[in-house]
């Protein structure tokens, strides 16, 4: 739990009562590599921030491959659920694509901070903000038409995430294809 509050604490100064909500209502848990958080039709109506390790939400096409929807790396969080706001399923498997420890809290404690705590409110606000950045950023790269530039885009535009996907996560994240990987790494390298 240290991890959270040393992380927080880049952003907002937590009082000591935001700091034992977070103690009382929080729990860590870990996952291996492969478990599933919830799987499709399943609500846990839990809000989780990643400590360490990496987390997917994933859907099956229609030849039984997995395609990523989101990922949430290292400080950044996800629900169980649609959104923080919401209790119904997210109508998706989230899966640890690493080993992973989070920190999960109940939706309902996390809705009673946004009103009750005015520094966990914003801290809250800040990870939205960063999670709104990252799906812009992904609109961008999954605007590109052509798969090698795709991928050009993804190393320009989230090098930190690239550097934790394996290649067969990243073709599925940017929907491309190994040999379409391979071509947009060696473009990326001769810029």
């Known amino acids: 739990m240290i991890r959270f509050f040393t992380y927080a604490e880049h952003y907002v100064d937590l009082n000591a009562t935001e700091a034992n909500f977070i103690k009382q209502h929080g729990r860590i848990r870990t996952y291996k590599k492969n478990d599933y958080?919830?799987?499709?039709?399943e609500t846990r109506r839990n809000w989780c921030f990643v400590l360490q390790g990496l987390v997917a939400g994933v859907r099956y096409n229609h030849g039984h491959e997995?395609?990523?929807?989101?990922?949430?790396?290292?400080?950044?969080y996800f629900t169980g659920t649609k959104h923080t706001f919401s209790d119904s399923t997210a109508d998706m498997d989230i899966q640890m694509l690493r080993p992973s420890e989070l920190l999960e809290l109940p939706l309902t404690h996390v809705?009673?901070?946004?009103?009750q705590f005015p520094q966990?409110?914003?801290?809250?606000q800040i990870?939205?903000?960063?999670?709104?950045?990252?799906?812009?950023?992904?609109?961008?790269?999954?605007?590109t038409n052509d798969g090698t530039h795709r991928y050009v885009e993804f190393r320009r535009r989230?090098?930190?995430?690239?550097?934790l996907l394996t290649?067969?996560?990243?073709?599925?994240?940017?929907?491309?294809?190994?040999?379409?990987?391979?071509?947009?790494q060696q473009l990326f390298f001769k810029f």
Not at 37 to 41: E, I, K, L
Not at 158 to 163: N, V
């Open 120 to 124: 966990l409110a914003e801290f809250f």
């Open 158 to 163: 989230l090098p930190e995430l690239e550097r």
């Open 127 to 143: 990870l939205l903000h960063k999670q709104l950045l990252f799906a812009q950023n992904m609109l961008r790269i999954q605007k």
């Open 66 to 76: 997995q395609d990523l929807i989101w990922v949430a790396p290292p400080y950044d």
């Open 167 to 184: 290649m067969h996560e990243t073709c599925s994240l940017l929907n491309i294809g190994l040999s379409t990987y391979k071509r947009g």
């Open 111 to 115: 809705r009673t901070a946004r009103q």
């Open 37 to 41: 958080y919830v799987m499709t039709g």
